[in-house]
């Protein structure tokens, strides 16, 4: 099985940063699918950023483009998340999640496309 670790949130004041990691454990595609996800308590989960591991390509929604980006660090096992110029509306749940598709991302961000999920970790911007 895979195992998802997220890390890295926090408060943070408008306009400030944060880095959030995704630590991955178990078997795990070289070409996989992940992606990140925020939530807002009674909303649906939305998501934020995918990437094809390894080098692949990359997608950031519009919402959050030219302020987030997601990479993968080069431990290899950990997938991140770079926020800068933090809004409240990106006070959120971020989870990271890791999907059975390989060389490509699903179109559509949805989160039924991804079969294993972190706890998540809590980000507040106020």
């Known amino acids: 099985d895979v195992q998802l670790v997220e890390s890295g949130g926090g408060s943070v004041q408008p306009g400030g940063s944060l880095r959030l990691s995704c630590t991955v454990s178990g078997y795990v595609h070289s070409k996989t699918c992940m992606a990140w996800f925020r939530q807002v308590a009674g909303q649906e989960r939305e998501g934020i950023a995918a990437i094809v591991l390894d080098g692949g390509r990359t997608y950031i929604v519009d919402s959050v483009k030219g302020r987030f980006d997601i990479f993968q660090d080069n431990a290899k096992n950990t997938m991140s998340l770079e926020m800068t110029d933090l809004k409240p509306d990106d006070t959120a749940m971020y989870y990271c999640?890791?999907?059975?598709?390989?060389?490509?991302?699903?179109?559509?961000?949805?989160?039924?496309?991804?079969?294993?999920w972190g706890q998540g970790t809590q980000v507040t911007v106020s």
């Open positions: 999640a890791s999907s059975q598709y390989r060389y490509a991302c699903p179109t559509g961000m949805d989160p039924r496309d991804y079969a294993y």
